[in-house]
């Protein structure tokens, strides 16, 4: 047996997995993002911690006497986040997230002064990631900086208060931005750029390494033997890969949860920083991946039912499905928290285009689910123009359930979306998969296979060339009204 903790921007996520790789038992917690200032988005890392006790609390009775076998655990989690700790291990401020855009100015002070961060980072700096992060709370909060002894990613704090170690995966630290993709090791030319020594960063890992071992205190809080092997788990790009079964060359998936993320697996490094797409370490010893990171998914059907004041989400789906003609004559730009690939633009915001007194909660709710699928649409585009990209692609994370917005998405794309069975447990699934990797040693091949397909949803040929027609002029809104941002 083998526990899988997710620790998403919205919710930690817990699950018991069986050496037959059968989902036995979920839990979920969730969570709030704290936002004082425009652009800013924080949680504090207590938080995590609290709502992972929670998780496990109700997945232990759930699990049964399956508890008791649990032989490793695996960590996966939200990547970039900036956790700086103190000498006595404890939290210096709260954590800034990877949809946090303040840091914009420090990212382009980076950019400039190592021109060739994007070669050796994978990508070249973004607001979203640690490493410019650290500049700006140096800039603005010295006496935090000044503090601040250990620098973690969101899962590696939840990890720390688990082992009393100080690790990370390859995925995350390549998510900081101060790992060397090709060497898979910390930069000194980065971190000198940053003004941090390299002892502030945790031990970097390989996702399916022994990261360290579940202490006393915990064990007995969640009513396990001390000592349990403690994976070092990857960032939840990267888990979820694992999950999807993503790990040979061109296999590829789509994250749709609160974010989202396109992703294509590697078996070399290689950067294409031009394109702003995000080349980092796979979870796997020997692998990398591409990825185009979309700050906005699900997350904005969420805001779009709360504007609309409709707390079932389902039964919305359900009228607009119902309602559902032809693509939506409103156009959504989905930028709600600014946007990474393709624009590297932290002040974009959420546009509805086309209202007039005649438009729908309906129309108004698809517009959400196409902008969604449109902004993927383009991301694709620039994908492609790093190397061939498949005609089916698996998506998971929440945005999956719905079978009408699968309709949708793939007709965006023109690729047909596959589901996987036990989609839904996401990176925490494939965070169990690696606990399995530390625990026995097994062939990462074995065990990271393509799950079952649940169900297959093509492209509507009808659907292809109108969504195609609107991606023309959803480009051209984004251009239009990209200078009033």
Known sequence: MYLGIDIGTSSVKAVVVDGEQAILATATAPLAVSRP???WSEQSPEDWWAAVEQAVGELRPKAGKAWGEIKAIGLSGQMHGAVLLDEAGRPVRPAILHNDGRSHAEAAELNAKLPEIGTIAGVPAMPGFAAPKLLWIARYEPDAIGRAQHLLLPKDYVRFRMTHGFATDMCDASGALLLDGATR????EIAAAVGIPLAMLPTPLEGSAVSGLLQGDVAKAWGLPPGIIVATGAGDAAAGAVASGAVNEGDAFISLGTATQYFVARESYRPAPEHLIHTFCHALPGR?????ALLNGAGALAWAAGLMGREDIGQLLADTETAFTGPSPVLFLPYLSGERTPHNKPQAKGVLFGLT??????QVTQAVLEGVSLSLADAQGYLEATGPLPDRIAVNGGGSKSRFWMKILASAL????LLQEGSEAGPAFGAARLARLAATGEDPAAVCAKPAIAAEVAPDPALVPAYAGKLVRFRA???AVEPLF
Do not use: C, D, G, I
């Open 37 to 39: 200032k425009e652009l």
């Open 288 to 292: 990398w991946f591409q990825m185009a």
């Open 477 to 479: 809104l984004y251009k």
């Open 414 to 417: 023109n690729r047909t979306v």
């Open 357 to 362: 007194p005649a438009t729908t909660p309906e």
């Open 185 to 188: 090791a910390w930069s000194p």
